[in-house]
Every structure is written in structure tokens, then in C-alpha cells.
């Protein structure tokens, strides 16, 4: 249908407002119930969007999904989207007819603080309808120390993680990467001018350097007790050329999800990492 509105009288705009009614979907439950409050993980949410009386179209141009969540007197929303599982089989395949979405995809919020909230969803941005989920926010995931801090750069040694937000009920990973360093020999170094504050300033990593780690990711030993955990370091690729390291480490959660490859035809399982690295050293 469409929507004229009455400026004065009976003399109306013919701006033909398109407006779309939709049977509400059912939100029926969630993968997670639980982040640290400083991590951004995807939360997939199973829906029934009811096709039979929902136009897929239609429903796709019109749909603003929200997701609020609400912790005391904080409320922050994020944009979802609507998805099918496995990702990637909502393409059609050998003239097949293609599944339709079944799944919501909420990013969690960052909180300022930790504790038990809600989170609503909203498929039109304004009507939020259902119970909703309760949803806790944990302590920030943090690497405060790791031990040792220096080893052979060409065996594994085990590493203890210090920090906090480590007792998650998820599946917690590591993340790890060396510098791949190219030695400069004597006679290619020549004498010239420098600057010290200049010369100090180059020595620290860019946003481009850290894009070139060679990353190498690990399970983790849960320790609850101590709120600490362990992992087997790997040997450092090129040991000859990056002078010891790791150079950074960080730990994040993980979700499984079933990925089809399209190129192959063929399913895959793959484990996608979720959540920003938030413990460099």
C-alpha cells in the first residue's frame, strides 16, 4: 500500500509512500548468551520468519533489523541482518531452488560495565516484539602478562596467559604472529643525518605492520582457579629471519558455523574467529 499525507484539508502530497505490513517474525533462540563486554561477537539468532505469509522480497527492501540490548539504565543497538545456514547455501546450485533465511545475525554490544541485561530484536527498527533473550556481559577479555616473555625462537615452549575475562563459558582461542625481518648486512647501511625523536617513531609497529603478521592460532587450556591459561607455542616461521619473537599475542571466542564453498561445491567446516585482538604485547 501506499501513503499520502494531508498538509491542509482535504489537499494531500502525492508522494506515494510505500509501506509494507509483515507477519512478525518468531525469535526462537540464540547460540550465545554471554560476551565480555569489550569484545563485538555475532550472535546468531534462529527465526521463523514465516515465508508462507511473508513476501522474501519485499520483506528483504523493507526489514531494518535492530538488536538492543539493555544493561541497567544502558541501552545500545546494533544493525542485524537476516541470514540462512550453512553460510552460503542461500545461493541457488545447479538450478536448485535456494533455502530461505532462517537466522538473525546480531553483533553484541560493548558495555561500559558487567552484568546480567536483555537483548531484543526488532525486524522493522522501532517495534520490538517477544520476550527477548537475557544476556550477561562478562569481565573485559584482557592479556594484562604473559610467561615467559622471551624463548628459542626455533623450538615451542608453553606460554601462561595472565588477564581477565578468561572464564567464559566459550571456546576461547589464542592468537600469535611473528615479524618477518630481512637482515641488512654492514655494507648496505650508510652514514647519514637522523633525528632521535624521528628515528624512535619508526621503530614503532603501523597499522600496515600489523597487517603482515603471520598469525598462528592455538586451542587453550581453561585454568578457572587462577584466571590464567596455557598454551603450546609454535616455532616461529623463518626462524632465521625474525630474530625471536612472537611479537604479539591476544585471545578471542570463536563460534562454529558450517561454511558451503561455492567454488567447489563442496561443504567445509570452519571455525570463524570472532572478536578483535585485544591483548598486543
Known sequence: MT??????GSSYTENDIEVYYIYDPEYRKINRNSVPRNMQVPLLIETEF???KNDKEMFRKFANFTCRFTLGDQVV???GRMETLPLGSSYAKNGEKAPLPDHVVCPSARMKSIGSGKLEVSANGVDYEGAGFPFEFEDAADVYRIAPQSGPKDSASRIKFIGGGLKSNSQLYAKMGNYRLEPIHR???KDQLWNHEEYLKSMLMTKTDLRQFKAIQHHLDEKQAVQS???IASE???PTLTHGGPVFLSVGQVIQLDVVDEKHKRRLDDEAAVAA???EQ
Open 77 to 79: 543497538t546494533t544493525q
Open 3 to 8: 501513503v499520502e499525507v494531508s498538509v491542509y
Open 187 to 189: 655494507e648496505q647501511v
Open 277 to 279: 585482538a585485544d591483548g
Open 236 to 238: 616461529c616461521p623463518a
Open 50 to 52: 514465516h515465508w508462507d
Open 229 to 231: 591459561l596455557n598454551i
